[in-house]
C-alpha cells in the first residue's frame, strides 16, 4: 500500500475522555482508531475567541502496529510542541497573530475547540481523516461568579456594585 492511500479504506475514530474539559486540571484521554498499521497522521486543534481570533496548535504522531494512536503513549514527532501529554494539545493554543492573547470574558459559557485528525505529515497534512469538538468550562459546575468591589480591586469592572464595608 503507497503511503499517499494510508486511509482510504479505514474509517477512523477520534476519541476524547471526558468529551467536557472542566476549569480543573485532570487526566484527559485523547485516542484515534482505525488508522492503518505505521500511518503518520497531524492532529490539529483549534478555536476562537471572543473577538473571533483564531488558535491554533499541531502535532504530528504515527499510529501503532495496529492501527491506533494513544496520545498519552505516542511520542510527538514534530509540530507546535514537543512531549508526551495530550493536554499539551489544549495548552500550547498559539494565535494566529503575533502577540494575539486569548479573549474570555463570559467564563460561564464554554469554549468549543475543534480537534480534526489529518492523513499524513507534510507542511499542509492530507485529507481529513476524522473530527470532534469538545467544550473547555471555565468554571465548574455549582460555582457562581460573584461581583467583587474593595479598595481598588473591580471584578467585573462592569458589574461592580457600592460596598459599604468588609468584614
Known amino acids: 500500500m503507497a503511503a499517499s492511500s ?3 479504506l479505514r474509517a477512523s475514530r477520534l476519541s476524547m475522555e471526558p468529551e467536557e474539559l472542566g476549569a480543573v486540571a485532570g487526566p484527559v484521554r485523547i ?3 482505525g488508522l492503518a498499521a ?3 497522521v497531524t492532529l490539529r486543534a483549534s478555536l476562537r475567541d471572543e473577538n473571533g481570533a483564531l488558535f491554533q496548535v499541531h502535532a504530528r504522531y504515527r499510529a501503532d502496529a495496529r492501527g491506533e ?7 510527538v514527532l514534530g509540530g507546535s510542541f514537543a512531549g508526551c501529554e495530550p493536554k499539551e494539545l489544549l495548552w500550547t493554543l498559539e494565535p494566529e497573530k503575533a502577540l494575539g ?3 474570555k470574558r463570559e467564563v460561564r459559557t464554554p469554549v468549543p475547540v475543534e480537534l480534526e485528525v489529518l492523513n499524513g505529515h ?4 492530507g485529507r481529513l481523516l476524522c473530527q470532534a ?7 465548574q459546575p455549582g460555582v457562581r461568579r460573584e461581583p467583587v468591589c474593595a479598595g481598588r480591586v473591580r471584578a467585573p469592572r462592569s458589574s461592580c ?3 459599604s464595608h468588609l468584614c
Do not use: T
Not at 494512536?69 to 511520542?75: M, N, Y
Not at 507534510?122 to 497534512?125: A, F, H, L, R, V
Not at 469538538?133 to 468554571?139: G, I, P
Open 161 to 163: 456594585r457600592q460596598v
Open 31 to 33: 485516542a484515534v482508531s
Open 133 to 139: 469538538r469538545l467544550e473547555h468550562d471555565f468554571l
Open 6 to 8: 494510508f486511509a482510504v
Open 69 to 75: 494512536l494513544d496520545l498519552e503513549r505516542a511520542p
Open 101 to 103: 492573547r486569548l479573549v
Open 38 to 40: 505505521e500511518q503518520p
Open 122 to 125: 507534510d507542511p499542509e497534512p
